[in-house]
């Protein structure tokens, strides 16, 4: 996972083969960029010098991370792992990237910059021989984090949501992924951004094709189609449809003769061809083979099933008359324009007649009204008796009825309200016992760490004054006994002493680490930085915003405990070659990243595990409040992220330190 050499590794050796003993050229563009060498230009002459290769990149990366940071500087990182990222050079463009957003991170005013780098870095992962699902999950909600916290144009939610949607599609689970799909849309259907909204609204399209979702494509075609007609590209309206899915015309017309063939075999269709016959005769006309678009358009008159007042029937006719005209027959343009005219005049007598029509259906109605409102009266009187009956009858009935609708309606309402103040117990009873096991954990806890406190105490004030006593005494013994130094014992015992004095200080230094009190949470980190380097495991230590920030110490201690058997699984188990600590502090509260590049492990095996370790860090987390996220595979490494949010019980007084 975390491939990526240490800049300043790669600096020299970049820095040595291109330098020569002369300042490179590109470098002094860099240190001295102004309107008459702008950014785009450095950004390429770096890629037209070092084509793919990164190494030779990173003197000209280390130089820009000396220059202040502005939108300019953050383009070419956000720029040159794009292009690295076109190359298929996956684990190049993350290192960039990375980069790239440290420098953001450091600056508060770009915004977007993060944005766009959180947005890369979750393709990325997605993009990766395995599918790191969590890792880019992670950077796409780290991107939603900046458009709410900074306002930015909600728009630009539509970013995240297609985000999404590209790792669901890597999942194979296209139902969230459509549902997401379909969400990034929503914020653009309304947007000036015809690229953006054409891209997803394409993407749209193919998705609901392939899906087989007919309903939902034609929904969005229809769409589709008002967005092109709205950037002034002229459409057929009667051809939308079926050439708009063709852009291969030989293709289209293929398909469609094709279709047509398979419609005259089977002799009656569901539907009449005419829409494919007009596309057809429609790609004949631009090709020049005026008879072949004739004979389509004489098949949609003579077709049985064709109607001869409709709109595509009427549209043949027409057409005939403009494919007789460009073949300059006058006589035969007339004939069918004036079938044209006269089908346009019949279908409007067609109208007057059937408004006649109507009218005289209304008197005739009206007239058998007033016959039967006659013989109603008769009726009426005859049966009023039987119908008064009938009404108390009903009456009753009706009356019964209600009152056993309110009792019954009464009773489920009592049983409703014992199921309600059942589950309202239950729920109280639930967090009773939640709240007393948070107390148990919070008392086992503090307990650990007093009891930790007292052994640290007791290993270094009572056992270490007492091997240095020792050590003391046994001094004075080698002045006195010549012979222990000659048989070389006393320098054997004193090495042992030594040795036991320095494990009882790192013993009472793991349970307690002073520099906490010392040099607050940051200091105590880089004290175990070294402590993983000095064993052998190269380490990487980002903390960002820190110094802003003030905890307790009880929860210094907690980060601290929670980070230090965290690398401690990683030292031990991983068989790692890197290792990378980041904490991001923010106003809502921190983020921890701790990633390793070494063997990685089955996730459905994580809580299977007999080791109180990972127990121990998630009593932790979930005891300040926060989540954890583990995201590993075998053979490609181990990230895990926490999440933890800033409450005032977390919090220090002012004069505390971090």
């Known amino acids: ?79 040159l792992g794009s292009y690295l990222f076109r190359k298929g050079l996956i684990n190049d463009a993350k290192t960039v990237y990375l980069s790239g957003m440290k420098k953001a991170i450091s600056v508060d005013k770009n915004h977007k910059s993060l944005f766009n780098f959180y947005s890369s870095l979750s393709n990325l992962y997605y993009l990766s021989k395995v599918v790191m699902a969590d890792s880019a999950f992670y ?20 970013k995240p949501n297609y985000n999404r949607y590209l790792v669901y599609v890597a999942l194979k689970n296209f139902d969230k ?4 799909l379909e969400k990034s849309y929503s914020f653009l259907k309304n947007s000036s951004n015809r690229m953006q909204k054409g891209y997803v609204l394409f993407t749209l399209l193919e998705a609901t094709k392939s899906r087989g979702s007919t309903e939902h494509f034609k929904k969005y075609l229809d769409e589709f189609i008002t967005f092109k007609k709205s950037g002034n590209k002229e459409l057929d309206i009667n051809h939308l449809g079926i050439m708009e899915l063709f852009t291969d015309k030989a293709e289209a017309q293929k398909l469609l003769e094709e279709s047509l063939k398979r419609v005259e075999k089977a002799g009656k269709p569901v539907q009449t061809p005419d829409a494919r016959r007009t596309a057809l005769a429609q790609i004949y006309k631009e090709k020049g083979e005026i008879d072949k678009a004739i004979d389509q358009y004489l098949k949609i008159l003579n077709y049985p099933g064709s109607k001869g007042g409709g709109i595509v029937f009427r549209n043949a006719l027409y057409s005939l008359y403009e494919a007789y005209k460009s073949k300059n027959q006058p006589d035969q343009a007339y004939k069918w324009i004036e079938k044209y005219i006269a089908l346009e005049d019949s279908m409007s007598n067609e109208l007057f007649k059937s408004q006649i029509a109507e009218y005289e259906v209304k008197y005739q109605t ?43 309606k009464n009773v489920k309402f009592k049983t409703q309200m014992m199921v309600k103040d059942q589950e309202i117990r239950e729920q109280k009873i639930k967090e009773l016992e939640n709240s007393n096991k948070l107390l148990s954990l919070n008392s086992v806890i503090e307990g650990q760490e007093t009891e930790r406190l007292r052994i640290a105490k007791d290993l270094h004030d009572g056992l270490g004054g007492l091997l240095t006593t020792i ?64 064993r052998g495991l190269p380490c990487d230590l980002d903390i960002f915003n820190a110094e802003n920030v003030q905890l307790s110490e009880q929860t210094s201690n907690m980060i601290y405990r929670t980070i230090q058997e965290i690398t401690t699984n990683a030292v031990k188990h991983a068989n790692a070659t890197k290792l990378l600590l980041q904490l991001v502090f923010h106003e809502k509260g921190l983020n ?67």
Request: aromatic share 10%.
């Open 1 to 79: 996972m975390f491939k990526s050499a240490p800049f300043f590794f790669l600096w020299l050796v970049g820095l040595s083969g291109t330098l020569s003993g002369q300042q490179d050229s590109i470098i002094h563009a860099i240190k001295n960029a102004s309107e008459t060498e702008p950014y785009t230009i450095i950004l390429n002459k770096i890629t037209d010098k070092c084509g793919i290769n990164l190494t030779c990149m990173m003197p000209y990366l280390q130089v820009l991370g000396e220059i202040p940071t502005d939108d300019k500087v953050l383009s070419i990182y956000y720029n």
């Open 139 to 158: 950077y796409i909600s780290e991107s939603e984090k900046i458009l709410e916290s900074n306002h930015l144009d909600i728009e630009n939610y539509w």
């Open 177 to 180: 992924a459509d549902e997401y």
């Open 366 to 408: 009206k007239e058998k009204e007033n016959q039967l409102f006659k013989q109603e009266i008769e009726i009426k009187n005859a049966s009023l008796q039987t119908r008064t009956l009938v009404a108390l009858l009903y009456g009753l009935s009706l009356i019964f009825f209600t009152v056993a609708v309110i009792y019954f």
């Open 471 to 534: 050590k003391a005494h046994f001094s004075s013994i080698q002045k006195e006994i010549q012979q222990l130094e000659n048989l070389n014992f006393y320098n054997k015992t004193n090495k042992l002493i030594d040795e036991a004095c320095i494990e009882v200080r790192r013993i009472a230094h793991d349970m307690v680490p002073y520099s906490i009190k010392l040099n607050g949470l940051t200091g105590a980190l880089e004290d175990l930085k070294e402590g993983i380097e000095a």
């Open 592 to 658: 921890i990243l701790v990633e390793d590049n070494g063997k990685g492990f089955d996730i459905n095996t994580l809580h299977n595990e007999d080791g109180m370790g990972i127990k121990s860090v998630e009593s932790r987390v979930r005891y300040l409040g926060g989540k954890i996220h583990y995201d590993s595979t075998q053979g490609h490494g181990t990230t895990v992220s926490i999440e933890i949010p800033f409450t005032n019980e977390i919090m220090a007084n002012q004069n505390d330190k971090i």
